[in-house]
């Protein structure tokens, strides 16, 4: 599996719900065309914590969200960069997205625990 995840900060001079509202719909749509793509997810950061505590601690800090994008290979995932649809997302990203408030990069995972949910993650 080809991981990569995209760290996000929305734009300024937009309000959250608008971008939240955005990058569920129009953008989600364009990306979740992206071919070669097996999982798309979109996790929107609430809060941020603190750095001793660990604890909910005010408004999110450094990123507002993050998304992430699973591929067979990395072959996969080069294929789809060369794609319509991936350059789509790109030329849409800026209507939420700030380029200087984005980072990505490849993941590599270990798997600690897993627990079966009911949405089915974690079956055999």
Do not use: C
């Not at 603190?50 to 995932?77: N, R």
């Not at 990203?93 to 995972?109: I, Q, S, T, W």
Request: charged share 30%; glycine share 10%; aromatic share 12%.
């Amino acid at each position: 599996m080809y991981k990569v995840i995209w760290l996000v900060k929305f734009q300024p001079d937009k309000p959250r719900e608008e971008v939240l509202e955005w990058w569920r719909g129009r953008h989600a749509e364009l990306a979740k065309v992206t071919p070669g793509m097996l999982r798309y997810v979109q996790s929107y950061w609430v809060e941020a914590l603190d750095p001793v505590t660990q604890q909910a601690a005010g408004t999110p800090g450094a990123f507002d969200g993050h998304a992430e994008h699973w591929f067979e290979s990395k072959e996969a995932y080069e294929a789809a960069l060369a794609s319509p649809e991936w350059k789509k997302t790109l030329v849409d990203g800026p209507f939420g997205f700030m380029d200087e408030g984005r980072a990505g990069g490849v993941l590599e995972e270990t798997v600690i625990t897993w627990d079966r949910m009911d949405d089915g993650r974690g079956s055999p």
